[in-house]
């Protein structure tokens, strides 16, 4: 199904634009390049809308499984007690608009197009979970996540220059996961979808970084016997300089 | 964030280079004064700027095999480690931290990993520092009051009972060969569990306990540890994939000049005094961890990934 969803994005982005789609949309780079030196990035976001209408981005990272877990006082202290896993939560989601997404589309206009954390699907893995610990478990994924800035609102992050074209900066946190991202662009008028694209992103480790990370996920046995020889060789190699000390 | 930030690819963070160095160094200076490998204040130290904690504890197991080369060398230098002795609480060492890394990811999966590596670290923390600040202050009042002590050279007590008795030349002791097997294996689950290279617990144990001349204690107790971290790195790469190598090598560079500094210093400190300096420090880690767990955090909750 996602693997489908990424090759009509890709043949969306290859064909000529016509002129009477209501919306096109591109980013300046489909690859983010995690290296050594990184401390988060952006990219730009451009497109044309085939009149007036609010431009939502919503950039999404791969999903994961979720745990949270609540402290509870035990003993004079605080030990992680309960917890509820969600299954596919996204681990990047952030929302750029053009205004405020209140000011875009109703509440329930968008709750249905699952715009905005508020309106993310986020489920316990088991299904026999309680309804009101669901809710207060998945109130602090979604604060934890914030802290992190891993989910993010930015309104007013949409630019438009005069009617018709927009661009917005796309910004990700150093701690951004890596993976394959998808930014689905919407143009919503008087509150509703009138046209979206979905555009594929991927951010990936490279250079030394993808280096090692790769050598620790398909050798590691290797990776970790390699670590103490190195570890053991600057070692020896710092003692030399005292050696007549 | 400063200019010089470096990504770390198994951590999954970026952290500024200089601050990584200075941290190494602080570390290896301790590393170098009480032949301990410093990675009780490692690995808090790292999970507090921001690096996952099971990537913490084994990436200062990592860079624990280094500073501990560096540190041993110079110990070695001067005549000061018993390698026999290193010997046996290495065979030791080798099974407990291979329980370790097991217990390691049990304790993962059921979320307590945190509540008992801030348990076990408070409680014998507590008890190390106390012993060792009363012994090491009773023996500067004695010195300074000028009564000559002359330690008993033979306090019999029930370990000297058992079985398998090795003369330890360098030590001057002779004692079961089970003792240093016995105390190697449970360094050892520390050493899996906490990311320590156990130093803290060793060095006050080769003293008080197995009553080591202080001069070879620093030796003996680095030369062990290099054996036991590697296998915890190695042990830790393969169940947990959590060694973050790039992470390791930045706080070494900073590590290993700070562990030969401190051996300097070491060789100049008096005995007692730098007892009570450890116990000191020790006790203040213990003190904070046990206000971390009793005081109510700010955030109830805290979240975990799993791979789906």
Do not use: C
């Amino acid at each position: 199904m996602k693997r489908w969803f990424v090759a009509l994005a890709f043949l969306m982005a290859a064909f000529p634009a016509r002129a009477d789609q209501p919306l096109l949309a591109d980013l300046t780079g489909h690859l983010i390049a995690i290296t050594t030196g990184f401390t988060g990035t952006s990219v730009v976001l451009f497109g044309a809308t085939d009149g007036p209408g609010d431009i939502v981005a919503i950039v999404r990272g791969p999903e994961r499984d979720s745990v949270v877990w609540q402290k509870r006082h035990l003993a004079g202290m605080w030990i992680n007690g309960p917890n509820v896993t969600f299954a596919n939560v996204p681990s990047y989601y952030a929302v750029f608009s053009n205004r405020k997404l209140d000011d875009i589309a109703p509440p329930n206009a968008q709750a249905l197009s699952q715009i905005g954390i508020a309106n993310l699907r986020i489920d316990p893995r088991d299904p026999r979970t309680k309804q009101d610990e669901t809710t207060t478990f998945r109130a602090a994924l979604i604060a934890g996540q914030k802290r992190a800035h891993l989910f993010a609102e930015y309104p007013g992050s949409v630019v438009f220059l005069g009617d018709r074209l927009f661009r917005a900066t796309l910004d990700f946190p150093a701690n951004v996961p890596t993976g394959n991202y998808l930014v689905e662009v919407l143009l919503i008028r008087n509150g509703r979808v009138v046209s979206g694209q979905t555009t594929p992103l991927v951010i990936a480790e490279s250079g030394l970084g993808a280096d090692v990370s790769e050598f620790a996920q398909n050798n590691a046995a290797l990776y970790g016997f390699t670590a103490v020889l190195v570890a053991a060789l600057l070692g020896w190699l710092a003692s030399l300089p005292f050696r007549n000390v | 964030m400063g200019i010089l930030d470096i990504y770390l690819p198994i951590a999954g963070v970026s952290l500024d280079v200089m601050a990584l160095l200075v941290l190494g160094a602080a570390v290896g200076v301790l590393s170098g004064v009480f032949g301990v490998g410093g990675g009780f204040l490692l690995t808090p130290l790292l999970i507090f700027i921001g690096v996952p904690p099971a990537v913490a504890v084994a990436s200062s197991a990592n860079q624990l095999v280094g500073a501990s080369v560096s540190g041993a060398i110079a110990h070695w230098r001067r005549g000061n480690i018993d390698f026999v002795m290193g010997a046996l609480m290495l065979v030791g060492g080798f099974a407990g931290s291979g329980l370790g890394v097991w217990l390691f990811a049990i304790l993962r999966r059921i979320g307590q990993v945190e509540l008992f590596i801030s348990l076990a670290y408070a409680l014998l923390l507590t008890t190390l520092g106390a012993l060792m600040l009363i012994e090491s202050t009773r023996s500067l009042l004695r010195r300074r009051r000028g009564i000559a002590i002359r330690r008993k050279l033979h306090q019999h007590t029930w370990l000297h009972g058992l079985p398998f008795k090795l003369r330890f030349r360098r030590s001057k002791l002779y004692i079961s060969a089970l003792l240093p097997i016995i105390l190697g294996f449970l360094v050892g689950i520390l050493s899996a569990v906490l990311g320590v290279g156990g130093g803290f617990v060793m060095v006050p144990a080769m003293i008080y306990l197995l009553r080591m001349p202080t001069a070879v204690v620093p030796g003996t107790s680095l030369f062990q540890i290099i054996f036991v971290t590697a296998v915890v790195t190695l042990l830790q790469s393969v169940a947990n994939n959590t060694v973050d190598a790039v992470l390791a090598m930045v706080l070494l560079i900073g590590g290993v000049v700070g562990a030969q500094v401190g051996t300097r210093w070491g060789a100049r400190l008096r005995g007692e005094e730098l007892r009570a300096l450890l116990a000191l420090i020790v006790l203040a880690v213990a003190a904070k961890l046990v206000f971390d767990l009793t005081v109510r955090p700010d955030n109830l909750f805290s979240l975990g990934t799993l791979e789906s």
